[in-house]
């Protein structure tokens, strides 16, 4: 599975750009990393086959994520960014039985290139 992020850049703080990640195949579990520099990679939101959905709780009420299964394509809508929003932003997926929770790296095999989202 191949995964290609894009949507990202620089906004201002207090806006709502949406990343896109478009895979090149089947999977059970897709979900958006974020990697802010000196820090560990933390799970953002992730979404399931069944459409059960979670987020890390910082941000919770701002971001959404969402997927269009026709095009294979996932979504995280985000509003409200704050400069803590800043960081690498990465599409992760896997189509093997799930053993972690939805946030955890490890249950991820495959991964997108990341693109940058810097809040000023």
């Known amino acids: 599975v191949q995964l290609v992020e894009s949507g990202g850049g620089s906004v201002q703080a207090g806006g709502s750009p949406r990343l896109s990640c478009t895979a090149s195949g089947y999977t059970t579990r897709v979900a958006w990393f974020r990697q802010a520099p000196r820090k560990e990679r933390e799970g953002v939101a992730a979404i399931d086959s069944e459409g059960t959905s979670s987020y890390v709780d910082s941000v919770k009420g701002r971001f959404t994520i969402s997927q269009d299964n026709a095009k294979n394509t996932l979504y995280l809508q985000m509003t409200a960014l704050k400069p803590e929003d800043t960081a690498m932003y990465y599409c992760?997926?896997?189509?093997?039985?799930?053993?972690?929770?939805?946030?955890?790296?490890?249950?991820?095999?495959?991964w997108g290139q990341g693109t940058q989202v810097t809040v000023s």
């Open positions: 992760a997926a896997d189509r093997s039985p799930q053993f972690w929770s939805l946030l955890a790296p490890q249950g991820y095999t495959y």
